[in-house]
C-alpha cells in the first residue's frame, strides 16, 4: 500500500492566511467579522485575530451568500439564522464537489 500524506490541519489561521484564502483585504474580513455574529475570531495578547477552522468555513459561508448566490448583508444574516444547518450542509457539499472537480482536472492534466 503506497504511503499517502494526511492533510496537515491548523487549530488557527492568522488574519494573512485568511486574506490569502479569500483574496480580499484585511477591512473586508474585519467589516464581517463585525456585520456577522458567527464569525467570533480568538485575539492574542497582541491583539492580533486568529480564525479557527469554523470561522474560516463560516466565512465561506458568507462569502457564498453574498458575492456568489447575491445576497445583501442584512439578507445573508437572515438567511444564516433562519436555515444555519442547511446552509452549513450545503456549503460542505460545495467544498466535497470543488475537491473532486481539482481531482479532476489533475487526472486530466497528466493523461
Known sequence: MPYKER???????TMGEVT???DVNASQIRFYEKEFEILQPKKNKK?????SPEDVENLKI????VKE?????QGAK??????????KENQKVIDSLERLKQFLLEV???L
Open 7 to 13: 492533510e496537515i490541519t491548523k487549530l488557527y489561521y
Open 20 to 22: 490569502e484564502m479569500f
Open 47 to 51: 491583539g492580533n485575530r486568529l480564525f
Open 62 to 65: 458568507i462569502f457564498h451568500l
Open 69 to 73: 448566490k447575491g445576497f445583501t448583508l
Open 78 to 87: 437572515e438567511h444564516l439564522k433562519a436555515n444555519k444547518s442547511e446552509v
Open 108 to 110: 486530466r492534466e497528466h
